[in-house]
């Protein structure tokens, strides 16, 4: 194919990821792709609306990449309409929201100019999906008392103070929080447990945590589950420590399993959360789609090679 077939660029982005301030940038991102001779066609952010449609008609040998510019979120709708329309192009990422898990795996900078140095590139690496039900998700599912926390947390105050405001709000809740009987079914084994809190990861940080699944790979075709069991109030303060550490999957208050196929069952309700965004009612089924993103990275990132 030549480089004339795939002249054109997707740039999808969310004006209000963060603090707005991505805004300010757009034109300089529209000159940028430009200059390197590329037709740059945007799509604003509208709950997945217009991307939808796009992606239902797009000729894929006319485009050279998508740019998606914004948080986990943004990324998110992005990656579902791809899989669900069968879109195979390659993605970069101008982290641009409260939440940029996603690209802090794959160590790529905040710096607008650094970040579309990569994203006007040629490396990639590959990136494994999750699935829970009918969605996708790419960075972390989470399901107990820490969700309701985080969807009840003030979206002007998560933009002005990021993970400290799921911590300020936390630190208030945590005398209310009740442990769920869960029944956790792999094709290892079956886990019965009492839990606050758990998450099924791609990656290895979510909601400020960096080492929350430290052992995560996103291109190994597994998930990595990681699971809170009921204890006492006295031992929160000492394991979210270790959290803080990534020493956490030893803790014998943690549950921690790899798998590539998860149902979750519990005995109530509870929260879920995909990617910083409402998630899916219980039960949840999960799955991983291999190897299925390429993703821009820097030429000097060795870690993906």
Same mark, same amino acid.
């Given at each position: 194919? $030549?480089?004339?077939?795939?002249?054109?660029? #997707? #740039?999808?982005?969310?004006?209000?990821?963060?603090?707005?301030?991505?805004?300010?940038?757009?034109?300089?991102?529209?000159?940028?792709?430009?200059?390197?001779?590329?037709?740059?066609?945007?799509?604003?952010?509208?709950?997945?609306?217009?991307?939808?449609?796009?992606?239902?008609?797009?000729?894929?040998?006319?485009?050279?990449?998508?740019?998606?510019?914004?948080?986990?979120?943004?990324?998110?709708?992005? @990656?579902?309409?791809?899989?669900?329309?069968?879109?195979?192009?390659?993605?970069?990422?101008?982290?641009?929201?409260?939440?940029?898990?996603?690209?802090? /795996?794959?160590?790529?900078?905040?710096?607008?100019?650094?970040?579309?140095?990569?994203?006007?590139?040629?490396?990639? $690496?590959?990136?494994?999906?999750?699935?829970?039900?009918?969605?996708?998700?790419?960075?972390?599912?989470?399901?107990?008392?820490?969700?309701?926390?985080?969807?009840?947390?003030? !979206?002007?105050?998560?933009?002005?103070?990021?993970? #400290?405001?799921?911590?300020?709000?936390?630190?208030?809740?945590?005398? %209310?929080?009740? !442990?769920?009987?869960?029944? #956790?079914?792999?094709?290892?084994?079956?886990?019965?447990?009492?839990? /606050?809190?758990?998450?099924?990861?791609?990656?290895?940080?979510?909601?400020?945590?960096?080492?929350?699944?430290?052992?995560?790979?996103?291109?190994?075709?597994?998930?990595?589950? @990681?699971?809170?069991?009921?204890?006492?109030?006295?031992?929160?303060? !000492?394991?979210?420590?270790?959290?803080?550490?990534?020493?956490? !999957? %030893?803790?014998?208050? @943690?549950? /921690?399993?790899?798998?590539?196929?998860?149902?979750?069952?519990?005995?109530?309700?509870?929260?879920?959360?995909?990617?910083?965004?409402?998630?899916?009612?219980?039960?949840?089924?999960?799955?991983?789609?291999?190897?299925?993103?390429?993703?821009?990275?820097?030429?000097?990132?060795?870690?993906?090679?």
């Amino acid at each position: 194919m $030549t480089r004339r077939a795939k002249s054109k660029i #997707l #740039l999808y982005y969310n004006p209000y990821s963060g603090n707005g301030m991505f805004q300010n940038s757009l034109d300089h991102i529209i000159d940028r792709c430009q200059e390197k001779g590329f037709q740059v066609m945007t799509i604003r952010v509208n709950k997945g609306i217009q991307i939808e449609k796009f992606f239902s008609e797009i000729d894929e040998n006319e485009f050279s990449r998508i740019i998606a510019c914004g948080g986990d979120g943004t990324l998110n709708i992005c @990656v579902n309409a791809m899989i669900r329309h069968d879109i195979h192009l390659p993605m970069a990422i101008l982290p641009a929201g409260t939440a940029n898990d996603f690209a802090y /795996y794959f160590e790529l900078p905040s710096d607008i100019d650094d970040a579309l140095d990569i994203a006007l590139g040629d490396k990639t $690496t590959k990136a494994d999906v999750g699935t829970v039900n009918d969605k996708c998700f790419i960075n972390v599912a989470a399901m107990g008392a820490m969700v309701d926390v985080s969807q009840k947390t003030d !979206p002007a105050l998560k933009n002005a103070f990021g993970s #400290l405001a799921y911590y300020l709000k936390g630190a208030s809740e945590l005398t %209310q929080v009740h !442990p769920i009987e869960v029944k #956790l079914t792999t094709p290892e084994r079956v886990y019965e447990e009492e839990i /606050y809190f758990m998450t099924v990861c791609n990656g290895e940080s979510a909601g400020g945590f960096r080492k929350l699944s430290p052992h995560s790979m996103m291109n190994d075709g597994l998930m990595d589950v @990681v699971a809170f069991r009921k204890m006492p109030i006295l031992e929160f303060g !000492p394991l979210l420590f270790e959290v803080l550490s990534g020493r956490h !999957p %030893q803790n014998k208050n @943690v549950l /921690y399993f790899q798998t590539d196929r998860l149902k979750i069952e519990a005995s109530e309700d509870m929260p879920t959360d995909i990617d910083g965004e409402c998630g899916e009612k219980l039960p949840l089924e999960f799955g991983i789609l291999e190897k299925r993103l390429d993703i821009f990275i820097d030429h000097n990132t060795w870690r993906f090679d």
